[in-house]
C-alpha cells in the first residue's frame, strides 16, 4: 500500500511538472495586467455567412500583422503563417512554416494540424503547438519587423519553408544565416525582405515542381528553405523587416527595430503599446462578459489604418513613386464601412493621428487626382459606392481637427463631387448616368426587361440606384456644409440642394425609397427581395427595409416624408417586425451580407449602425431598448461574436460607443446621441489631459432604462450633446432603471 501511495505521489508530481512546462511552453499566457486581460482576438472568428473576424496580432496601426492562414477558427489546420497581412482581406506577403520531414516539393502542401487549447492569441504575441508535428510556432510583431521561434521535436529533420502568396518574387540565401527576398504584390509593387537565422543552416530552392541546393531563386511560384542539423537542440530564431520601398530600407527597418533587440524584449514593447491604448477607456461595472467584449472591440480598431513610411519615406500606390515625408502615410482605409464609427472614434481618441490618415488623403488626392475612398497600398481599390472620404474630411474639419491642408482636401471634395463617376466598384471620370444624376437628381435604374447599354456598369454590382443616390445625397450635404464653414457661397447653394436629392426617389404610397428609369417612372418591385444578388440593381448587400432609413444628415426631412414622429416611430417598431417573407435560406441566398437579423434590421451590415438610434427624435427608451437587445445578442464573446463582416474596426466601433452609452449619429455633425451604457462609468482619458466620462447610476443587464440626466450637473431633457462638451473635460450623469421613463429625452 505504502509503495503504491510512493508512486501515485511520484506520479502526481511528474505530471504536474508537466502540465507547468505544457502551460508555460504551450499554454495560455500569464493574465496581462489591465485592460489587456480583457481581450480576446478569437472573438467573432466564426463568420456568420461570409468573412470570419481574424486574429491578427500587429503593433495598434502598425504595418506588420499577422495571422495563421486556416479557413476559420473551427479549422484545425493552418495552411502557412505570413510575415506580413498587406491590406484587411486583400492579400498577405512571404509565407513561412515549419517542416519535421526531410524537404521535398510537397511539404510546402502539408498542413499543420494545432490544438485550439494550445494556442495562445494576444494583439502583441501567438505562440501554437503542432501536435503532429510536435513543433511550437511563436510570435511577436514591430512596427516593420517581426520575430517567428520554432522549436522543433529534439529527433526529428528540422527545416523552414518559405513561399509566395502573390504568384511572383525572388529567395536569396547569405552565408547560410542571412535572407534577401522580394514578392510582387498586385501585379507591380515589390515588397521586400530582410532577415537572419539565429543558426546557420543549409539552403534549399524550389521552383517548377523542381527541389534543388542552392542559394537564390527567383519568379513564379519560387520557393526556399533554410535546414538545421538533425541534433540541434533550443529555439531557432527567425528575425526580419519588410519594406515596400527597397531592400536596402528593409535591412535599415531591420536595424532600427531588432538589430539589439531579442524576442522577449519585443513581446514586452509590444505589450506596453497595446496598454497605452487600451488604458485610454476604463470602465467599471458590467459583466466580465460585456468587458471581453468590449475590450476586444476597442482593440479591433487599432487593426488599420497603418503606418507605411520608414525613415522619412513611403511608397505609393497612387501615383508608383517612393515620397520623402515628415509625417506618416496611412493606407488601409475602407470608407463605406468607416466612415460611421471608426473614424469618429480615432477622433476622439487621438486627433493627431486622424490628422496625419487625413493629410494622407489629401496626399493621395495629389497623387493621383481624386480623393480615395478605399485607400490601400495598391491604391484607391474600387470598392462599393459613395464619396464617404468627403464626410470623413467633414467630421474631423468640424470637431477642431485643422493640421491638414483643408483647401486642397476641399479641392478634392468638389472634383469627386462634380468629376468622378458615382458607379458602384468603378473609379475614375464621370459618365452618362452621372450627367443623369446631376441633371434630374436621381442615378436611374434600368426598366425590368431592359438591358444594360452603359458600359462602365460591372455586370455583378449594377447600378445600385437607390442606394447611390442616397449616398450621393450625405456626400454632397458634406461638400455643402463644408463649403458654408470655408465660404464658399456658391457652392454651398448648389450642394444643399444637391443634398436633398434623396426626396426623388421617396415614393408615398409604398413609403419606401423606390427605383426610377431614366423617364421618370416608378419600377415596381418588391423592396423585400428584388434587385438580383444582394439587391444590387436597386439597392446594395441589403434590401429597401434597410435603405429605407438611409439620411442620416437630414432625419426631419426623413421623419416628414413618413408623415411626421408618430409614423416615423411605427415604421421604426415594424422594421424589427417584418418577417422575411420566405425561408432564411432563401432570403441569405441572395443577401449574405445581411446577418444579425431581427425582422428586416440586419445587424451584421454598416448601413445598419445608426437606424436604432433613431427613436432618440421620437421616443428615446425604444433606442435605450434596442441597443442593449442588440448588444446582448449579436455581440457575445465567444467565436460567433460578430454578426457579420466586421471590417477592420468598421463594426467594432459601433460596439465601442455603444457600450460606452453615445454614438455619432450624423457623421459630420459635432454631435452625439445619448443610448444606453453597459457600465456604471466609462472614462476617456483625452489627448488635452482632460477626461471624458459617462456616469451610469446603477446600470446593470436589468437597469437599462434613463430615468434622468445631466451634463456637467445641469439637467438635460434630450437626448444629445455636443464634441466641444466632450472635449472639455464633461460628464454626462445618467440615472438607470428597469423600466422605461417614457418622458425623458422628448424634445419639446
Not at 253 to 280: C, I, Y
Amino acid at each position: 500500500m505504502l509503495i503504491k501511495q510512493f508512486y501515485l505521489a511520484l506520479f502526481g508530481s511528474i505530471m504536474a511538472l508537466s502540465s507547468s512546462r505544457a502551460q508555460n511552453d504551450f499554454g495560455k499566457a500569464a493574465e496581462p495586467p489591465g485592460n489587456l486581460k480583457y481581450i480576446d482576438p478569437k472573438i467573432g472568428t466564426v463568420g456568420q455567412l461570409l468573412e470570419p473576424t481574424r486574429p491578427t496580432v500587429q503593433l495598434p496601426n502598425q504595418m506588420i500583422r499577422m495571422a495563421p492562414i486556416r479557413a476559420n477558427y473551427l479549422d484545425d489546420q493552418i495552411s502557412s503563417f505570413p510575415l506580413t497581412i498587406v491590406s484587411h482581406r486583400l492579400g498577405e506577403a512571404f509565407s513561412i512554416k515549419p517542416s519535421v520531414e526531410p524537404v521535398k516539393t510537397e511539404s510546402w502542401a502539408h498542413k499543420l494540424a494545432y490544438d485550439h487549447d494550445l494556442e495562445t492569441i494576444q494583439p502583441w504575441y501567438y505562440s501554437a503547438y503542432l501536435i503532429d508535428d510536435e513543433v511550437n510556432v511563436s510570435f511577436v510583431p514591430g512596427k516593420k519587423t517581426g520575430i517567428f521561434k520554432f522549436n522543433f521535436p529534439q529527433k526529428a529533420s528540422k527545416s523552414i519553408l518559405f513561399g509566395l502568396f502573390n504568384g511572383e518574387g525572388s529567395w536569396e540565401f547569405v552565408n547560410g544565416q542571412e535572407i534577401i527576398a522580394t514578392e510582387t504584390y498586385h501585379g507591380d509593387i515589390k515588397i521586400h525582405l530582410y532577415g537572419i537565422f539565429s543558426e546557420k543552416g543549409t539552403t534549399g530552392i524550389s521552383q517548377a515542381g523542381k527541389l534543388s541546393e542552392g542559394a537564390k531563386v527567383s519568379g513564379k511560384g519560387a520557393k526556399a528553405y533554410i535546414s538545421f542539423p538533425d541534433n540541434k537542440t533550443g529555439d531557432i530564431e527567425f528575425k526580419y523587416a519588410i519594406s515596400f520601398v527597397s531592400a536596402a530600407q528593409a535591412r535599415k527597418n531591420f536595424e532600427n527595430e531588432l538589430r539589439q533587440s531579442d524576442f522577449e524584449n519585443q513581446k514586452k514593447n509590444g505589450q506596453k503599446a497595446w496598454s497605452a491604448v487600451m488604458d485610454q477607456i476604463n470602465v467599471k461595472g458590467g459583466t466580465e462578459a460585456q468587458k471581453r467584449s468590449f475590450y476586444t472591440a476597442f482593440y479591433r480598431t487599432y487593426e488599420r489604418m497603418v503606418d507605411i513610411t520608414g525613415d522619412g519615406q513611403y511608397y505609393s500606390g497612387y501615383d508608383k513613386k517612393i515620397h520623402n515625408t515628415t509625417r506618416p502615410f496611412y493606407v488601409d482605409d475602407w470608407m463605406w464601412d468607416t466612415y460611421l464609427a471608426h473614424h469618429p472614434l480615432r477622433t476622439i481618441l487621438n486627433p493627431a493621428q486622424e490628422e496625419d490618415m487625413l493629410q494622407s488623403f489629401v496626399d493621395m488626392y495629389k497623387q493621383s487626382g481624386w480623393i480615395p475612398t478605399f485607400p490601400v497600398l495598391f491604391g484607391d481599390n474600387p470598392c462599393m459606392n459613395g464619396f464617404h472620404s468627403s464626410i470623413v474630411l467633414l467630421d474631423a474639419y468640424r470637431k477642431g481637427l485643422k493640421n491638414f491642408d483643408v483647401a486642397t482636401a476641399y479641392e478634392g471634395m468638389l472634383k469627386n463631387a462634380n468629376e468622378a463617376t458615382m458607379l458602384p466598384w468603378v473609379n475614375g471620370a464621370k459618365c452618362e448616368l452621372d450627367d443623369f444624376y446631376h441633371t434630374k437628381g436621381y442615378f436611374p435604374a434600368l426598366a425590368k426587361g431592359e438591358n444594360e447599354t452603359v458600359k462602365l456598369v460591372t455586370p455583378f454590382e449594377k447600378r445600385q440606384s437607390v442606394a447611390v443616390t442616397l449616398g450621393g445625397a450625405y456626400d454632397d450635404w458634406a461638400v455643402a456644409e463644408m463649403a458654408h464653414d470655408l465660404g464658399k457661397n456658391d457652392d454651398y447653394k448648389t450642394f444643399t440642394a444637391r443634398a436633398l436629392n434623396y426626396k426623388n426617389l421617396w415614393n408615398k404610397d409604398e413609403n419606401m425609397f423606390i427605383p426610377k428609369d431614366s423617364k421618370g417612372n416608378w419600377i415596381k418591385i418588391d423592396p423585400k427581395f428584388d434587385g438580383g444578388m444582394g439587391g444590387r440593381e436597386y439597392y446594395d448587400e441589403n434590401n429597401g427595409y434597410t435603405y429605407k432609413w438611409q439620411v442620416q444628415h437630414d432625419i426631419p426631412g426623413l421623419i416628414s416624408l413618413m408623415g411626421g414622429k408618430k409614423q416615423f416611430e411605427a415604421e421604426l417598431d415594424q422594421l424589427y417586425r417584418e418577417g422575411l417573407g420566405r425561408s432564411k435560406y432563401e432570403f441569405w441566398a441572395k443577401f449574405p451580407d445581411a446577418t444579425g437579423l431581427v425582422g428586416q434590421f440586419s445587424m451584421g451590415n454598416e448601413p445598419s449602425f445608426h437606424i436604432p438610434y433613431l427613436y432618440n427624435y421620437t421616443a428615446p427608451w425604444k433606442t435605450q431598448k434596442q441597443i442593449r437587445f442588440l448588444l446582448d445578442v449579436w455581440f457575445k464573446d465567444n467565436i460567433f461574436g460578430i454578426p457579420g463582416d466586421e471590417d477592420g474596426g468598421g463594426m467594432t466601433a459601433f460596439v465601442v460607443f455603444s457600450s460606452m452609452g453615445f454614438y455619432p449619429i450624423t457623421p459630420g455633425k459635432p454631435e452625439y446621441t445619448i443610448g444606453s451604457p453597459l457600465f456604471e462609468k466609462s472614462t476617456i482619458d483625452l489627448p488635452n489631459g482632460k477626461k471624458f466620462t459617462v456616469e451610469a447610476h446603477n446600470a446593470s443587464v436589468v437597469n437599462k432604462y434613463i430615468q434622468s440626466a445631466k451634463f456637467d450637473g445641469k439637467v438635460i431633457n434630450t437626448p444629445v450633446f455636443t464634441h466641444a462638451q466632450l472635449v472639455a473635460g464633461g460628464t454626462l450623469e445618467l440615472e438607470m432603471g428597469p423600466k422605461a421613463n417614457k418622458t425623458w429625452g422628448i424634445a419639446e
